[in-house]
């Protein structure tokens, strides 16, 4: 028999070779065709690819056939229907063997009937056959359920979900941070629409692949613990719902405090780029009008939130445990990640002379086009409401403005956090957030936006991230810093760091202009350099080096500004984007 013979779809490899030659790799390119030298005669390992929709898998499948080494005639690319059966495959696999196909594609296996219930058949057939398996599926979660099951001992994982900064500028050829939250996260075509550029097209795309993938994978499970019980009675529909409004808290959603507090205390102290310098210091709002906007803080509240909150009745009582169980889905669709912060709190007067220590852990979305969409939504709420008509033009623009600012902050800081932590082994470095604050002191609250610490060297780097092109550095009439890398230089949060986490290895400004040394030992660095360099070489020793080295000896130190000329206009710790 021929190849053709085959029940199942099959795909012409020669269909599609020319095209993915042309296509940049992702990195994880390299470890799938390592797979493809390792001898299976006699082993039971498979190779999994899995991820949401428009993640790169079959992009992925397609490069490793035209650029390995086998010819295309020993390939054997199949594609899973609706109605297909592990028989089905069973066969596939007995007339590649006759065939001498050497590797087998199987995409979309989780549209096999029975696959999770009776993976551990399948995993069978495919780890005896002594052929190179790829699997891939859609159904994220389906694969994830099965390797439970059965299969996770016998395969090798590749996920495509998590698509980092530095992959992001590989694959398009372009190093801007902004566009990589605007449109990062999905593997489309970048000169073309892209796949999510709005918040309907992000709530869809919630909808097809997060929503759909839960509701179909839990839908086949006969054996579903009583756990889950509940969750496979909720209608997709409205399970949609329940999913798009936490991934709504999970993308950062602003508190409504935000509006009412933080925003209009910043936007009140702003000036307007189209003001006049004899007007600078004039407030933006009257007092009157500040005093109104803080005593409607409740009703801005009671205004916003049905907006916020995703629509939809829920006709299935949804309890605290099914929230639970599906924030449990979402992580193994690696659909989330968690940032970890450590506090540090002073107990007297003198700061961190009598130290409490706390944890938290920040779960957050990890593709940031879907975080940005419904967080920028935020602003929408905002010129939508009527009691922003009032204000001058002036105002709006600051209060837009400073909204979409803090957004792209809290993201950059959120992704540059993430892909170090994501770049490093863990097993020799942590990756996260401190904060310092004084019982003593309430509007004491010093924050360091990225610790890493070298375990096996005893050892740190402290970094401030801000989503800013200027770099400012303000020294005060004692000698000490208050400008943009404050926080890292305070004595205080130095004592403690040195004793707490070894000796360290720099203090540094991520931002988005160039790479400059400064006229204290502080280093500003480019964000897009830096997160590259960090994922070149997977180590700090290195990255910092090779940064370093780039940098002209006289650095930039004519765009440092000195206290006789900047006032210092530093906004809060726990609102400074």
Not at 362 to 385: A, F, G, R, V
Not at 392 to 406: C, H, N, P
Not at 515 to 543: H, P, R
Request: hydrophobic letters at 35%; a negative charge.
């Amino acid at each position: 028999m021929e190849k053709g013979d085959v029940a199942m779809k099959q795909i012409d490899c020669s269909s599609f070779i020319d095209k993915a030659k042309k296509l940049t790799p992702r990195h994880c390119l390299e470890q799938m065709m390592k797979f493809l030298e390792y001898d299976v005669s006699g082993e039971s390992l498979l190779m999994e690819i899995y991820g949401l929709r428009s993640t790169g898998k079959t992009t992925l499948m397609q490069q490793l056939v035209a650029l390995s080494d086998t010819p295309i005639d020993e390939w054997l690319y199949l594609e899973a229907d609706d109605g297909d059966t592990i028989d089905d495959v069973e066969h596939a696999i007995l007339q590649a063997q006759d065939n001498g196909i050497k590797h087998v594609i199987i995409d979309e296996i989780t549209n096999l009937k029975d696959f999770i219930n009776h993976a551990n058949i399948l995993a069978d057939v495919l780890a005896s056959s002594n052929l190179h398996i790829i699997i891939a599926g859609t159904d994220s979660l389906s694969i994830a359920f099965a390797n439970k099951d059965s299969l996770y001992h016998r395969v090798i994982k590749i996920p495509t979900t998590y698509i980092s900064f530095a992959e992001h500028c590989q694959v398009y050829g372009q190093t801007d941070l902004d566009d990589y939250i605007k449109h990062g996260g999905l593997m489309d075509n970048h000169n073309l629409k892209p796949l999510v550029h709005d918040i309907s097209s992000c709530k869809d795309y919630v909808n097809t692949s997060i929503a759909e993938n839960i509701s179909r994978s839990v839908s086949r499970i006969s054996n579903i613990n009583d756990s889950s019980a509940n969750i496979k009675k909720i209608p997709v529909r409205e399970l949609s719902a329940v999913i798009e409004r936490m991934v709504e808290d999970y993308s950062g959603k602003f508190d409504l405090d935000l509006f009412t507090k933080e925003l209009f205390a910043v936007v009140l102290t702003s000036i307007p780029k189209e003001m006049t310098k004899e007007s600078r210091g004039t407030a933006i709002f009257t007092p009157f009008q500040r005093n109104q906007l803080q005593k409607q803080r409740q009703e801005i509240i009671k205004e916003f939130t049905p907006l916020i909150n995703a629509t939809g009745t829920v006709s299935v009582e949804i309890t605290t445990r099914d929230v639970n169980i599906i924030q449990e889905y979402l992580e193994e669709m690696d659909v989330l990640s968690i940032t970890h912060t450590k506090y540090f709190r002073s107990k007297s007067t003198e700061p961190f002379k009598n130290i409490a220590y706390g944890n938290n852990d920040e779960i957050y979305l990890i593709q940031p086009s879907i975080k940005y969409y419904h967080l920028i939504q935020s602003t929408n709420y905002i010129k939508e409401s009527e009691r922003y008509d009032a204000l001058s033009e002036a105002q709006r623009t600051a209060t837009i403005g400073f909204v979409e600012t803090y957004i792209l902050g809290l993201m950059t800081e959120q992704v540059v956090l993430f892909d170090v932590k994501h770049s490093l082994p863990l097993d020799k470095y942590s990756v996260y957030k401190t904060v310092f604050t004084s019982d003593k002191k309430d509007d004491y609250r010093r924050e360091i936006d990225l610790m890493i610490c070298d375990k096996e060297a005893n050892a740190h780097w402290s970094f401030e991230i801000k989503h800013s092109s200027e770099l400012v550095q303000i020294i005060n009439e004692h000698g000490f810093s208050t400008g943009q890398d404050k926080n890292l230089v305070a004595p205080e949060v130095v004592e403690v760091l040195n004793r707490q986490y070894g000796k360290s290895q720099g203090t540094y400004v991520l931002y988005n202009g160039k790479s400059s040394y400064s006229a204290t030992e502080t280093v500003w660095l480019n964000i897009s350099d830096f997160l590259i360099a960090v994922d070149k070489y997977k180590d700090m020793d290195l990255a910092i080096k090779a940064l370093l080295q780039d940098i002209p000896i006289d650095g930039s130190v004519e765009q440092i500004k000195s206290v006789d000329n900047v006032p210092d206009v530093e906004q809060d710790d726990d609102i400074d984007p």
